[in-house]
């Protein structure tokens, strides 16, 4: 069964990259981690490991991370536990995008 896996970007080099394909989160509903890491690499213009290649700053660390197994997943999307509809949004942290198994994608503003 699909479950959602969040993307949280760290703003490596002091800011965060929004576009149409990202924002300061991306959750992905996907069949597990790896599937979810697949779609955000080659879909969704996540990329990871980026500090290795010099491409975002060392010193604050990458800006995204790998899913590492499926302890995370949710059944809903989901940020640091709580449904979108409960998420704040703060001075930095204002949306989020939802990408859907069926190709929707939706832009969530938090409260």
């Known amino acids: 069964m699909p479950k959602f896996y969040?993307?949280?970007?760290?703003?490596?080099?002091?800011?965060?990259?929004?576009?149409?394909?990202?924002?300061e989160y991306v959750i992905i509903e996907?069949?597990?981690y790896e599937?979810?890491?697949?779609?955000?690499?080659?879909k969704y213009g996540i990329y990871f490991d980026?500090?290795?290649?010099?491409?975002?700053?060392?010193?604050?660390?990458?800006r995204w991370n790998k899913q590492w197994n499926n302890n995370y997943a949710?059944?809903?999307?989901?940020i640091y536990g709580k449904p979108l509809s409960e998420v704040e949004k703060s001075y930095y942290r204002k949306n989020c995008i939802v990408y859907y198994l069926d190709?929707?994608?939706?832009?969530?503003d938090l409260k």
């Open 30 to 32: 996907a069949d597990n």
């Open 103 to 108: 190709g929707r994608k939706e832009l969530i």
């Open 35 to 42: 599937h979810a890491n697949w779609l955000a690499e080659k």
């Open 6 to 23: 969040t993307y949280i970007q760290n703003n490596s080099g002091g800011s965060f990259i929004v576009n149409d394909d990202v924002c």
């Open 74 to 78: 949710t059944d809903v999307p989901m």
């Open 50 to 62: 980026e500090c290795n290649q010099g491409l975002d700053c060392s010193y604050c660390g990458d």
